[in-house]
Each structure stands twice: as C-alpha cells, then as structure tokens.
C-alpha cells in the first residue's frame, strides 16, 4: 500500500539553529503533502498545504519564515524550522494522499519529534 | 473555513462495552470523513472512513454514520478490547486528494479489562 516516509524522527537542535524534517512519499506522486504538528495529547494543527512546483499554503497564524516548506519534486516535501526556539518543541507529522486512486486514505508519515534545548 | 469537533475528550469503558464518539463539522462542502486511531508516540493509522453518499459504514467492530443533514457523525466500536486503547481522531474534507483534512480534538479511549 501507499507509504509516506518521515526522517529524522527524533532530532535534538540548539536554540537558534535551523533543522529541516523530510517527509517522502515511496509509492506514488504526490502533488499535495500536508504538515502537522501535534502538542503532546493535542491534536494535529495543519500548518500548512505543501504543493509540488509551487508556494506552500500557510494556515492563518502559522510564520512562513519560521516554518519554510519546500516541494521540489513530486515525492518530497521538505519543513525547515528555522532559528528554533524551545517553544518549536513539538511532534511534527506529514501526509499525504494520493489522488490517483481510488481510496483517498490520508497516509501519515512517522512524525519528528523535535527538541529545542 | 471546516471546523471540527469531537466529544467527548476522554472515554473510559469495561471490556466488552460499546463506545461511541461523536464529530461535528461545519463546512457543508465536506464530503469525505475518515477516522484515525493514534497509539502514543506512533503515526495515525486509518481505521474507517465514509464518503457523503452513504449513511453508514461497518468494518467487523467498528461502524461509522453520517448525518449530513445534522452535520455530524459518529464512530461506534463494539465488544471493545483493551488494545482498543488509543486516542481516536475523526477528520473532515474533500473526498479529492488534493484538499486538506481538518481533524478533530481527539478522545482518548481507556478499556479496561
């Protein structure tokens, strides 16, 4: 079935620094990725519509600067948290669909669970 | 823009009981609405979805209804078991892959043995 891949799923960063999470999908193109975060017994916030080829759709609230998403192909989608805070702490999870088939089940990837000390 | 939301936060039951979780949406364009199960510190797995043309869906233990009318809809697990244990999210969108999901607060169900 379709796989959605995340790495790293654990990364430790300093304050001030930037780290990027990518999120791959194996089996299919897709166009559409979409990036989460999760506080821990929260539920997932879209943060915001990855789209291959072109800008990133943000949700209302959400910094393009800070959080950048780059698409540059049609099976990776990359977040880069940058000049990380220990307030960016947090469970970061990436999906996708793929829109060529029948079931449209949203795949989730493994998730990053990102420490900012 | 969708808003969903769920109720209730947190379900404790015997093993055995049914447990119901009930989702309400806002945006009537949706007509996709998936359900997940998240086990702590693990990705969110489907485990039933409906579309907007059908009423309800079964799957051995686990059914899903939809009331578009209402807007809302309900996730329903019978005979529960102790590995039902997980937080529960339901979602709502497009049926399209293209849009995004909008997911609910989750519930945190406890079956005990």
């Known amino acids: 079935g379709a796989v959605v891949s995340q790495h790293p799923s654990r990364v430790i960063c300093k304050s001030g620094t930037s780290v990027k999470i990518e999120c791959r999908s194996l089996?299919?193109?897709?166009?559409?990725m979409f990036w989460y975060r999760q506080f821990p017994k929260k539920s997932l916030m879209l943060m915001a519509t990855s789209n291959e080829g072109s800008k990133a759709t943000y949700e209302q609230g959400v910094e393009k600067d800070k959080f950048l998403i780059n698409h540059a192909s049609l099976t990776l989608s990359t977040l880069t948290v940058t000049s990380a805070h220990p307030e960016d702490s947090s469970f970061y999870i990436c999906s996708a669909r793929d829109p060529l088939r029948a079931n449209t089940e949203a795949f989730f990837g493994q998730g990053t669970r990102l420490t900012v000390v | 823009g969708e808003n969903v939301e769920q109720h209730p936060s947190t379900l404790s039951v015997q093993e055995g009981d049914s447990a119901v979780i009930k989702c309400t949406y806002s945006?009537?364009?949706?007509?996709?609405f998936p359900w997940y199960k998240q086990e702590l510190g693990k990705r969110p797995q489907l485990i039933i979805d409906i579309r907007s043309n059908v009423g309800e869906k079964k799957d051995q233990r686990i059914a899903v209804t939809l009331n578009k009318t209402a807007k809302h809809f309900s996730l329903h697990i019978t005979e529960t078991q102790p590995e039902d244990s997980a937080v529960y999210f339901c979602?709502?969108?497009?049926?399209?892959?293209?849009?995004?999901?909008?997911f609910g607060t989750g519930t945190r169900l406890l079956v005990s043995p």
């Open positions: 945006d009537s364009a949706s007509n996709y």
């Open positions: 089996d299919f193109q897709a166009t559409t």
């Open positions: 979602a709502a969108g497009d049926y399209t892959g293209f849009q995004k999901l909008v």
